[in-house]
């Protein structure tokens, strides 16, 4: 059974850092191609920092340059380092594969005040 526990949001305020850790169980970050995604209120849940199996990163436009997607294979956690947050940056945080399971995680939520 496939578990997915996504923590380290909270409140910010702009130009801030964030790391979210998301730890994996009943499956192997290993051989999945893995990322995070974002929901805002309002809004369509989206990709935003993808790691290949070969572990080459890809970003959204929006966090370009600000994100950094990592992952600890030991560990089967994947992370998300965000710095320079901004106010838009504001949303529930999941971690899954890509492309998504059908199974998602609890999220965390990221708050960034002006």
């Known amino acids: 059974q496939v578990q997915l526990v996504e923590s380290g949001g909270g409140l910010v305020q702009a130009g801030g850092s964030l790391r979210l850790s998301c730890a994996a169980s009943g499956m192997s970050i290993m051989l999945s191609a893995m990322g995070w995604y974002r929901q805002a209120p309002g809004k369509q849940r989206e990709l935003v920092a993808g790691i290949t199996i070969a572990r080459n990163a890809n970003y959204a436009d929006s966090v370009k340059g600000r994100f950094t997607i990592s992952s600890d294979n030991a560990k089967n956690t994947v992370y998300l380092q965000m710095d320079s947050l901004k106010p838009e940056d504001t949303a529930v945080y999941y971690c899954?594969?890509?492309?998504?399971?059908?199974?998602w995680g609890q999220g965390t939520q990221v708050t960034v005040s002006s």
């Open positions: 899954n594969r890509v492309p998504s399971l059908v199974y």
